[in-house]
């Protein structure tokens, strides 16, 4: 951690910063330039709150050397972690595909769309049980028994089962049927209800928040795992920005950046990540040859009758069609699908 | 509600988007264009939710002519809501301030800053007992505790409460102790916990997502209201933009914006919104000359040593000194304070 | 387009509108809903100034149903543009690439790069003569030696030579040396700039300005189109977001969406759009997996010794592997390089 | 300037650095930390490119500790610089109003107006005689006898005049008629331009870029203070944001944040900045309470006639009330108008 000072310090001030700092146990060094005085701090800052700096008297700001994050750094853990449940592994050579409607609608439409997109090739079923809606008048999910739908399904098929997590009190709830807890984007900052996954040990597929740096996924993420939960993925849906041709900007560079920055798989949303089913391939493509451990994608077997997000759905061909295209690109960049 | 068709459009596909209109229960009107058809539908669509209709053959977009709320809209409701709670109302002639510490850190610490406060002008005393953290390092707050200290020093200095819910488990507690619920930017789209808000009957100040529109913060406030609490209090504290000199950017045009869309009072978060106490006085006077109905504004007697945000708290004297200033202002619009 | 009358428009309000719409040439068409009238215009609406309406007494807003761009959209020409130039032609099957140095340096240097990228597979020479650099105080380029140095490259090689335009007045300089005008981020709406191109017969290759919608990035080519140069190549270089992690958002699904849009190519330039070496590859992957018809890449033979943008541009060896990646990945959607 | 160091750095990249920082003329003084190094360079570093080192071998990243422009920066010039033009200044304690239409349109148009607002307390007159328009098919100005109606219309009412500038060829027209060259947001990088209105010694009112950062303002500022010309004005008029109910976002923070970080005079364009008649007034009010030295106002005696822009033009009486109320406000923070 590197403390600027301003221009108009004073020893006095200056002095204080360096004893606050031996007071925390780091070691203080000191560099005088022509108008600025910077402090360095050595030792581990990870949970040093660095705005316990900024309000003192003479500081300009603060620069950290370290991420704030620990257990998700790389820096800390070079080799990529492999998240592993019910036979399946993300993180490794093989991209992973979880697929399947938005909502859980009925019985027949889950088990019809579950035997497609398995066939195709995904191994893991997703559907949503507790939709969070932007209108208080929209379909808001089926609950237990959409859950219940999905766990059948799964064992159906073969496939592991992931759905959305609303609220620390379901976690009970949804452990009994899901392989996988889903956060989702609009949570990845609700800290009560990280902190109460961070209990479990089962994995959770962390969305990042619309507006959410980089750097804030993985504080997310660390949140979950300071508890003793490192089962994270971390998951691209799209950000947003002043750009509203698409629902959101899908920030493909993101793959990339996380995998340098921490050891945990990235997933990546297609579907919400541009909410145009037109665009859902390409950005599937392009996530994947971009370095994606896996992809999260909806589809759906008569989207114009979907009660929720159909116009991003693909239908079945879509989907074996991009599963084709996908088993190339894979190959390109040395992993396998 | 005006939905747009795609140029290759065929005759059968405009029939049916008309057919689902009609059942609806809308009227509909069509107009073709040279290139493109588009179809009008005529009733109330607050509550048809457009992405039905966005998945259908043959419709390129969907564009609103009402807002998709209409509880909190002002095209229902002409004259300005004006909140009541404990003596004090929000919404008329009067600028209310009010202010507080972060968090609730100790009765000494807190009962000093009360006062304080009080004397120089602000009606409603504010602490956080629950405080979100992006850091899983960091202070998380007093719990139940802070909130005692809290109400002891409103009912000491004859101020109103307000402290911030983090999750719906908490609204009794935060019941026996508070006048007004604050809803954290980072849960503005927290369904669930808002769902459980619009059962009780106190009213909430509803901080405006990082990344939330305008539209989306009226679209909270629905969901509060949709389920019988109408006292809702919109508040502004800065977005995410590119900038990063200020911790956010202040949308101060929110708030003439908010005031036109909405009969619901709109107060500012100057503090939150910039992250900077040398920030703090100039963005209060711009909101209240922008038209805010109130402002919230953190005030430390000792910044340097708070364990929570002391970096963008006003000095007592400061917060003296910008009240004086806010009279005038207050006085220059036809307002008082 | 849809003129949205406000809630309390009178009668002689919407005739006025009426009348001005008729005045230009256009067939109106009147919806009058329960709290708000909509008013439907008929007829070429592009060239219509929809501000001109909108600062109308009782107008709410105006909606587009058109795009405002004409020679651009693909609405009215539905087949891909091909550019040709020089033997070489982008929008077709074969994916394009344009490779060199960011800054043009010295002969050998560019003798170098040229000669390896060539060899790697790239047909477009590019390389900065006149850089636009933020800070007074960098290097500005090697003006018309700089020229001259990549047209005898260009030659040398059998490549076609690409270099960006900063001011009109350069013109008539840069078209004796190169086959393609880079019209750089920072000029995208430099409208006097882009109308003096317009009177050229030379492609422009232009760059999406940082904040620049989709829509406006086509209105810039609708300018150069408007004057007669139909030779336009769209190029996606990444947008300003909240995320700084990454020097820009490259908005890969910008590809798609302005394929859809447009009949225009479009390229990615992975290097701006990035900033970050490790980062170029992954999205240069990514770009071409989405549809992209070309990518514009900076290579350096001795990037730590660059006067420009070292720290984005790949190393020889390293473009070369990307290039076999690509041939894959070209090769999974239908295309070849 | 500071370099971090990446985790593997070897003692030889950190030599090489080290190196060429003192081959700049600098003193170098490293802190090895933990897990990373670091090294600070002392002296004068405004004019070192800090992307030369952003590409050696072995650096993570690069911090400046003081800004990168110098001639603009508090740091080196404590006071407010006040700029002088015709008899009036800005800058001191005076607030400056700058009004008049968008586009200047008649003789009659520009007369009626000018003198409505001289008569209300402004004292420089503005109108746009080269207008840059997203469309190209949307009215361009009246060019030179555009310039010399607002000449006219200057001299008549004892006014200063402002008006801007497209393109650097036009510098020497302008410069017969107008007192201050505006130049435009999307021109704010257009470093041509910018190089040679540093060779002038007229002001410059520098408008904020769309998506430009407050140090890039600073940067821009520096441009054209590095040839000379110490003049400039800098102009916040809202930047791009996801949000798109007002046109653009007022960064109103940007006020504050500039005077503190530089000694020019900063104005607000409350016209540009939220594209809204009905939120002018609020906009300006708040820019002027936040410490604006001045606005830049759009005034037009019959807005649904204005050829351009006519939205967000005041009314002549809407004007006049606005002052009245902002004579208040300048009373409040100490100032006057």
Redesign the interface.
């Known amino acids: 951690m ?1 403390i ?1 000072m301003k ?1 108009d310090a004073t020893p006095k001030q200056i002095e204080e910063i360096e004893q606050k700092l031996v007071d925390l146990g780091l070691k203080v ?1 000191r ?6 005085s ?1 402090i ?1 701090a ?3 800052t ?2 040093v ?1 660095k ?2 700096f ?4 003479g500081v300009l700001r603060i ?1 950290r ?2 991420e ?1 994050y620990k257990l998700a750094s790389r ?1 800390f853990h070079e080799d990529n972690s492999v998240i592993k449940f019910d036979g399946t592994e993300i993180g490794g050579d093989k991209v992973i595909i979880m697929a399947g409607p938005c909502a859980v609608e009925s019985e027949e439409q889950l088990f019809t769309i579950a035997k497609s997109v398995k066939e195709a090739g995904a191994t893991v079923l997703r559907g949503g049980a507790f939709k ?8 808001q999910g089926m609950g237990e028994e959409g859950l219940k739908l999905l766990r059948q399904a799964g064992d159906e098929f073969g496939m592991s089962v992931i759905s959305e997590i ?4 379901h976690i009970d709830l949804l452990a009994k049927y899901v392989d996988i807890f889903q956060v989702g984007a ?2 990845m ?4 209800l990280l ?1 109460e996954l961070s209990k479990t040990n089962k994995p959770v597929l962390l969305k990042r ?3 959410a ?4 996924v993985l ?1 997310a993420a ?2 979950i795992m ?2 003793g939960n490192y089962h994270v993925i971390c998951c691209e849906r799209g ?8 629902r959101n ?9 996380i995998k ?2 921490s050891h945990l798989p990235i997933v990546a949303d297609p579907s919400h ?2 909410g145009i ?3 859902v391939a ?2 599937a ?7 994606a451990d896996g992809l999260i994608i909806e589809v759906h077997n008569d ?2 009758r ?6 991003q ?1 693909l239908f079945p061909d879509q989907f074996k069609n991009l599963m084709e ?1 996908l088993k ?2 894979t ?3 040395g992993r396998s699908i």
Chains 1, 2, 3, 4 share one sequence.
Request: net charge negative.
């Open positions: 590197v600027i221009n060094h560099i005088d330039g022509d108008i600025r910077i360095g050595i030792g581990d990870t949970k709150d705005r316990i900024e309000h003192s008297d620069v050397i370290m704030p820096s969070p809606r932007t209108s208080p008048y929209s379909f609303l609220e620390a009190t609009r949570n900052q609700n800290f009560w902190r928040g619309m507006s740096t980089i750097e804030e504080m660390e949140y300071s508890g950000i947003r920005t002043f750009e509203t041709y698409t900007t899908m920030d493909i560079s993101a793959i990339p950046a340098k920055l990540g541009t089913r037109a665009h390409p950005m493509r392009a996530a994947v040859a971009a370095g989207p114009d979907a009660v929720s997000d159909g116009p759905s295209e190339v690109i190959w390109a960049i």
